[in-house]
């Protein structure tokens, strides 16, 4: 009886910090057992046999994102070893769908947490900016898999991004000035207007029968 109390106890205090219901961090749970392998924590090489992560051009930077201290809340910088479940559940929540019985505040928040997760994706050093060079790293990932776009042309469109972000987020800059790279809140004036809920999908981890929407 202690056990059972003790466990709801603990489901309801998951269900407050990530807005998941008691029914979806079962499901959560289960997926985070297969993909540990029965044991109490994922590390990053318990990704290697996703089917649905092997092809995508930006793998490393989506397994990377799960042990993001960032993301974790638990520091400014740096990496974890290894999550736990509530962990797990911590990152998964910021792909869940923005409730429909929220108020415009919550919503703005929630979609400024989805757009934080994604700007620490381009952030690599953790430094607060998205440099012109990470921006062409993450650029030149995404196109690697098309063999008809080669690493200069992926630079190229790298570049060009860049600028246009400069000039939506600097506007006119003089001959000689130099845009250092994107801070957060030049990313949420590029995101602005933009359906970020069609940007996050959670497919590698096979959770699209499950519904993440609280």
């Known amino acids: 009886m202690g056990a059972a109390h003790s466990a709801s106890e603990e489901v309801r205090e998951l269900e407050g910090k990530t807005g ?6 079962e499901q ?3 997926r985070f057992k297969q993909l540990s392998g029965d044991q109490p924590t994922i590390r990053k090489e318990n990704f290697n046999n996703v089917p649905d992560l092997e092809l995508n051009p930006i793998r490393s930077k989506i397994v990377r994102a799960f042990f993001d201290n960032r993301n974790l809340r638990k520091g400014t910088s740096g990496l974890a070893d290894e999550i736990n479940f509530e962990d797990f559940l911590t990152i998964m929540s ?13 919503v703005q928040l929630c979609r400024k947490e ?6 620490h994706m381009y952030d690599s050093d953790s430094d607060g900016r998205i440099t012109l060079e990470e921006y062409r790293n993450v650029v ?4 690697s898999g098309n ?4 690493k200069e042309s992926a630079r190229s469109i790298a570049d060009g991004a860049m600028m246009e972000a400069a000039s939506v987020c600097v506007g006119q800059m003089e001959p000689d000035q130099v845009y250092e790279g994107i801070t957060f809140d030049d ?4 995101w602005q207007g933009i359906d970020i809920e ?3 999908h959670v497919r590698f981890l096979n959770m699209e029968t499950i519904a993440l929407c609280h």
């Open 20 to 25: 998941f219901s008691s029914d979806q961090i």
């Open 147 to 150: 063999p008809h776009i080669e």
């Open 140 to 143: 030149e990932e995404l196109l």
């Open 187 to 190: 990313f949420l004036k590029i």
């Open 94 to 106: 910021y792909f869940r769908p923005i409730d429909t019985t929220m108020d415009e505040e919550q």
């Open 28 to 30: 959560l749970h289960r």
């Open 114 to 119: 989805k757009l934080r997760f994604l700007f």
């Open 198 to 200: 069609t940007k996050m």
